[in-house]
């Protein structure tokens, strides 16, 4: 983030995403992983308040705060449509600040992916993206028609953002803990494909990384409100996901940044980190309702 603009999308990209991929795993192909993407997201609406966990001299920030409201409504077999919106505020050493907000809404079903991307900085618009995407052979079809109408292809085999989610809980759920994957979100004016690399840790037991009861930090999960996920939320994974230049194959360049959280089968996540390497952000989960499920799927 800072370099205050760009850093700052980039940053909420990420987030957006974890919440927001092209896939391989180990041995399986794209295409093979993409059909299986049998796993079911609850339409919830989740709330996260910012904090600057750290940084270094470099970096030039003295403090952050901010929130994420981000929610998802839909089914598998009808799509899903999702909305997600970042305010935050940077504060510099120098006593200066920025207010970054980022506004994202789409529809992913197995036709394509439709994206709105608006961001304000200090209330002027910097960004104003509509578009479209659809998978095409070894590449993404693009037609936007903000900033300006124009279609392009982008090669690359890459995921969109819930078709990510999905192959993050299809893999932990097989038991393997790595995934490569190329995603494309719509950011970067709907123009970029974005590698990343994904950890996945053991699953979480019930009783296990919960928060403490009583007040809660900016920045930390509100125990009363994890303890809303409640069973049917399934089990729990710690994943790390790092992002790569984009357009870049990712044995040439490093990570540009990460993203940690814990992972539920059901697509809701807590315990938001960003790591720059020269500073980071954490993200609690301070709210979250779960919204009417969706009609079952055609004959299950």
Same mark, same amino acid.
């Given at each position: 983030?800072? #370099?205050?603009?760009?850093?700052?999308? #980039?940053?909420?990209?990420?987030?957006?995403?974890?919440?927001?991929?092209?896939?391989?795993?180990?041995? =399986?192909?794209?295409?093979?992983?993409?059909?299986?993407? +049998?796993?079911?997201?609850?339409?919830?609406?989740?709330?996260?308040?910012?904090?600057?966990? @750290?940084?270094?001299?470099?970096?030039?920030?003295?403090?952050? *705060?901010?929130?994420?409201?981000?929610?998802?409504?839909?089914s598998r077999c009808e799509g899903y449509t999702s909305t997600f919106r970042l305010v935050m505020r940077i504060f510099d050493t120098k006593g200066g600040s920025q207010l970054t907000d980022l506004q994202t809404s789409s529809y992913e079903s197995a036709e394509g992916f439709d994206f709105?991307?608006?961001?304000?900085?200090?209330?002027?618009?910097? !960004?104003?993206?509509?578009?479209?995407?659809?998978?095409?052979? @070894? +590449?993404?079809?693009?037609?936007?028609?903000?900033?300006? !109408?124009? =279609?392009?292809?982008?090669?690359?085999?890459?995921?969109?953002?819930?078709?990510?989610?999905?192959?993050?809980?299809?893999?932990? #759920?097989?038991?393997?803990?790595?995934?490569?994957?190329?995603?494309?979100?719509?950011?970067?004016?709907?123009?970029?494909?974005?590698?990343?690399?994904?950890?996945?840790?053991?699953?979480?037991?019930? $009783?296990?990384?919960?928060? #403490?009861?009583? @007040?809660?930090?900016?920045? !930390?999960?509100?125990? +009363?409100?994890?303890?809303?996920?409640?069973?049917?939320?399934?089990?729990?994974?710690?994943?790390?996901? =790092?992002?790569?230049?984009? %357009?870049?194959?990712?044995?040439? =360049? $490093?990570?540009?940044?990460?993203?940690?959280?814990?992972?539920?089968? %059901?697509?809701?996540?807590?315990?938001?980190?960003? *790591?720059?390497?020269?500073?980071?952000?954490?993200?609690?989960?301070?709210?979250?309702?779960? !919204?009417?499920? +969706?009609?079952?799927?055609?004959? $299950?």
């Amino acid at each position: 983030m800072f #370099q205050y603009g760009l850093r700052s999308i #980039q940053f909420s990209r990420a987030l957006a995403g974890g919440a927001v991929v092209a896939i391989t795993l180990w041995g =399986s192909s794209f295409s093979a992983a993409a059909q299986k993407a +049998a796993v079911d997201l609850a339409p919830h609406r989740a709330v996260y308040d910012l904090k600057l966990d @750290d940084s270094t001299d470099r970096s030039g920030i003295a403090g952050a *705060d901010g929130r994420i409201v981000y929610e998802v409504n839909g089914s598998r077999c009808e799509g899903y449509t999702s909305t997600f919106r970042l305010v935050m505020r940077i504060f510099d050493t120098k006593g200066g600040s920025q207010l970054t907000d980022l506004q994202t809404s789409s529809y992913e079903s197995a036709e394509g992916f439709d994206f709105t991307v608006r961001t304000f900085a200090n209330g002027v618009a910097t !960004e104003n993206t509509l578009g479209r995407a659809r998978h095409a052979d @070894d +590449a993404v079809a693009v037609d936007l028609k903000r900033p300006e !109408e124009e =279609s392009l292809t982008l090669k690359g085999k890459a995921l969109f953002p819930v078709e990510h989610t999905q192959a993050i809980i299809d893999t932990a #759920q097989a038991g393997k803990n790595i995934l490569e994957a190329d995603t494309f979100d719509g950011s970067e004016s709907g123009r970029a494909i974005f590698p990343t690399l994904t950890v996945i840790g053991k699953p979480i037991g019930a $009783e296990e990384n919960l928060p #403490q009861a009583g @007040d809660h930090k900016r920045g !930390e999960d509100d125990a +009363a409100v994890v303890a809303r996920i409640g069973k049917r939320a399934g089990t729990a994974w710690p994943v790390t996901v =790092s992002y790569y230049a984009p %357009n870049t194959p990712m044995e040439e =360049s $490093e990570p540009v940044y990460e993203i940690s959280f814990i992972q539920y089968a %059901n697509g809701v996540t807590r315990r938001l980190r960003l *790591d720059y390497g020269d500073f980071s952000v954490d993200g609690g989960l301070s709210a979250l309702e779960y !919204e009417k499920p +969706a009609a079952p799927c055609p004959g $299950e």
